[in-house]
């Protein structure tokens, strides 16, 4: 119940195209969904974030979709560029229940090719 | 604004050495603090928590140990290496909700 299971675990888009990753949890208790970005060897960055009390959150070419009855979100990446080329995370958080521990989900390598 | 250091960069040892990773955080006052391990490239484990000096949560028994010493500081110790150690390390800190976690630029453990 603790999970967040993330797919595809590798993507290839083409320059300009549209990059979507799904993740997907049980636990009801989660009220914070955070997409994280990494560059080979360097640490994860926080890419954007989205409470449950939206169901979309965009910014720039990044847009988070949330459907809370489902317990799926996403991440899109609009007009995918070669800069995009990375690994994403995405998480979860029950705030008032855990307080900062954060499951993480498995990862996705996105290649975008130009 | 808020910094956090990690070092060394990377480092090699050999199976049976003892291991010192060091995490300081600048800018900031009583923060959570994390160890993550990531082993080939891909998912995050985090090995232990902090809320406070002094305060450490284990989240999967091993080899490895964690202390506080002082506010922003956190190390991840061993007393013997174990081939299975080798991975990046990364630390991160977060304060109040939500939480959210910021990472350090991570160690290379290599172990032979």
């Known amino acids: 119940q603790q999970q967040v299971k993330q797919s595809p675990q590798s993507l290839i888009v083409q320059k300009g195209g549209i990059s979507i990753i799904n993740c997907a949890y049980e636990n009801t208790a989660f009220d914070y969904f955070p997409w994280y970005q990494q560059f080979p060897g360097k640490g994860p960055a926080l890419l954007i974030a989205i409470r449950p009390d939206v169901s979309e959150k965009k910014e720039g070419r990044f847009t988070i979709s949330f459907n809370k009855s489902a317990k799926q979100f996403s991440l899109h990446i609009m007009d995918s560029q070669p800069g995009d080329s990375a690994t994403y995370f995405c998480a979860a958080d029950a705030l008032y229940n855990q307080g900062g521990k954060l499951i993480f989900g498995q990862g996705t390598e996105l290649s975008v090719k130009p | 604004s808020q910094t956090i250091h990690q070092w060394p960069a990377t480092l090699v040892q050999p199976v049976g050495s003892p291991l010192s990773l060091e995490c300081t955080v600048e800018?900031?006052?009583?923060?959570?603090l994390y160890w993550y391990r990531q082993a080939a490239g891909r998912g995050l484990q985090l090995l232990f928590y902090?809320?406070?000096?002094?305060?450490i949560s284990s989240e999967v028994p091993q080899n490895l140990s964690a202390s506080r010493p002082q506010d922003r500081q956190f190390i991840l110790s061993s007393k013997k290496l174990l081939l299975s150690d080798s991975g990046f390390y990364l630390c991160a800190w977060s304060v109040q909700p939500p939480y959210t976690q910021y990472f350090g630029p991570g160690t290379r453990l290599t172990v032979l």
């Open positions: 800018g900031t006052s009583n923060p959570n």
């Open positions: 902090s809320v406070g000096i002094g305060q």
